[in-house]
């Protein structure tokens, strides 16, 4: 357990950075407003707590959700349960990106925002329904692409989710169209099974979302007399917006639209802000003060809205527009009219948006104290709000333009497989923004971008520039964590392969672990070996690819009727060269790890557990069987004193010990085989055990067993000259490595283990 820790901490050691100072700014945060703090609506969600009633303002989500945790830690548990969750937005952040293969420093990157941008803090520790909100954004995003292009039930679900993100903020009913858009397009303009899939996807998607909308508003109106979802008042979201631009001289309005146009002048109302006007009427004092008695406020509103619409539109769209920009400016500014700034920034006392007396009322009943504020603590969070400790919106717009970028195809985009995943986040975040800005502009309603823009940019940027194709001139003296292609990737007909490869599957993501088969001419033995491969090992969900090395009979066939991932070469090159392709493959849509097996029945494959468990508890990047410390049925004589020949040279070439050099039943990390270079056509097994050694990567032996051919006849040619072939790729490929290290200073490198453990031990 610790050594699969310390190897988590080492690979991602720069998202363990940023999750630390993550969490001691919270800490921090905890500590210097206690036991929560309190905003305006926070009141609002207290005091219907238990009551649930979904007449209000807001919609009651939030309260289920503070119910439970009031009771248990009180004001002060709901704020630790809000940090942990702003982590765990971090962690999932990045997670995600992983699974798309983006790299580890630029998925750090990306979850950099959510985990220490102050505002992101502030609002965690608030009595605030905004944390939420982000939350079940990611987790529908989880939903709709971890597993490929969604089926019905997976969108249903998601639909519920981002219904439950209406409950809790009512912005979130718009969600739904692009996340239906991109259950539409998840498996491309042309989806192999057809259209019709897709559009039950997307039907069960709208299906879920629908019938928990409805049932909320259902409940609205048999509750408090209102069928809806809660929101900025009976006029609806554009009131506030369309009261501060009517021209009230100038349009035909009737008495009640008379009444609640605004007398003052458009400059003053612009002053005052939209907020005043969109909440003026939800006060019930200034109703029965302002307006006749018996008048119909909610219905006046609406139709005065439709008319500032109708007759203004340009007014309201410029208005929705600017506001929408502002949350790409370079700095945290407040225009006139705007909601205050500082309501979302750190202040040096306890703030206080209610009577003392009311306030500390609510603290007292929940946490026993006061609220309280520690000023030292304060002083420090305050300088690193307003000294530059949040993200900067040209940042922000930067990275939404890059992954718009992307979903138009720029760049190597169009062969990514990443455009649809991309598409997701930014269409969400981008929806969600622009619906706030329809009512107003608050730096608040920004928050979801925190989470959704870096994403969305960390997916564009791998999909426009993808991944180098060459690598570097000088070796790695320690193990690459990146996929770095290949000296002789892709040649034409790599390229040909891939292109038909996605418009078979479109851009479907790989499970976690992925079988890679090269075969030619196997169609007789193939099918057995597909069906054999589990679905799930080790807990992790597995993927079959096959890469059809130019197959001359239905090896093709044959491997799609049975399930596999099918990739055709449309010309034979070897063994070595479909499994680099495969690779490629493998790394472009997001495998975590890569296990290679043969085609004609030879090993076997229950012991795939003996590979994979060492690679997911991080003791070791790559493990190979060896038949010399498990069994071989039947050897010939001259394969068996090869074995021990070679096993014996690369020992000594390399000085680890070496049992069996040439076992085709291994396993991998998917980022070692694509940072080695690879260009041997046939002979890749000694190339790549002799370059991931030369190249610091831990390499662990296991004993398996080596089968006898199930099918079909072996294409390696006679002993000798495949012997002498094998002899001249080792040698070649230490020579070339030894030169290489030579100059980058000679890595340092764990043992191959003679004699491991037990699997499960």
Known sequence: ??????????????????????????????????????????????????????????????????????????????????????????????????????????????????????????????????????????????????????????????????ALSVMVRSVGLTLVLPAAVFVLLAAGLRPREGWRPRLVAAGALVAGFGALVLVYALYGALVAGKFGVGGSGGGGVLFGRAAVVANCDELDLTREEQLLCPDEPRERREKIGIDFYLHLW????????????????????????????????????????????????????????????????????????????????????????????????????RGYQLGGGYTPGLLLGGALLLATAAVLGAGRARRSGLRAVTLLPAGLVTTSLLTASVMEFSWRYQLPGLVLIPLAGALGATAIFGRPEAVRSTPRSTPSEECQMLTTFPDEVDRDALEEYASRYSEHRFAPVVVLIAAYNEEESIGEVIDAIPDRSCGLDVDTLVVVDGAKDRTAEVSLEH???????????????ALRLGYRLAAQRGARYVITTDADGQYDISELPKLLEPLIEGRADFVSGSRRLGSNERPALIRRIGTYVFAWVVSALTRQRITDTSFGFRGMRVEVPNSVTLRQPQYQSSELLVGLLSHGYRALEQPMRMLQRTAGKSKKGSSFSYGYRYAEVVLGTWWRERRSTGRAGAPAVERVSERPAAVGD
């Open 1 to 162: 357990m610790t050594a699969a820790l310390t190897g988590a901490l080492r690979r991602h050691w720069l998202l363990a950075l940023l999750v630390l100072a993550g969490l001691v700014l919270r800490i921090i945060t905890q500590l210097a407003y206690r036991p929560a703090l309190l905003y305006i609506d926070s009141f609002r969600y207290l005091d219907d707590v238990g009551v649930f009633h979904p007449g209000g303002i807001n919609p009651v989500g939030y309260e289920w959700f503070l119910w439970p945790l009031l009771g248990i830690g009180g004001l002060a548990g709901v704020a630790v349960v809000q940090h942990l969750l702003g982590i765990g937005l971090g962690i999932g952040v990045y997670v995600l990106l992983r699974r798309f293969g983006v790299r580890e420093w630029l998925a750090a990157l990306a979850a950099a925002p959510v985990l220490l941008d102050a505002y992101q803090l502030q609002i965690e520790q608030l009595i605030m329904s905004d944390l939420l909100f982000q939350v079940l954004l990611l987790v529908a995003v989880y939903l709709l692409c971890w597993w490929g292009p969604p089926t019905p039930k997976v969108a249903a679900a998601a639909g519920g989710v981002l």
């Open 282 to 381: 939800d006060v019930q004092a200034n109703v029965d003060k302002l307006l006749p008695e018996g008048m119909d406020v909610n219905a006046a509103q609406r139709s005065l809205t439709r008319e500032v619409v109708l007759n203004q539109p340009l007014d309201i769209a410029v208005g929705v527009v600017g506001d929408f920009l502002k949350g790409f400016a370079p700095t945290r500014t407040q225009a006139v009219g705007d909601v205050p700034l500082d309501r979302w920034q750190f202040q040096l006392d306890h703030p206080m948006y209610a009577p003392d007396w009311y306030a500390q009322e609510w603290a007292e009943l929940y946490d026993g104290v006061g609220l309280r504020a520690d000023p030292e603590l304060t002083s420090f969070l």
């Open 563 to 577: 399930g596999a991932h099918t990739c055709v070469a449309p010309n034979n090159r070897g063994q070595g060269a």
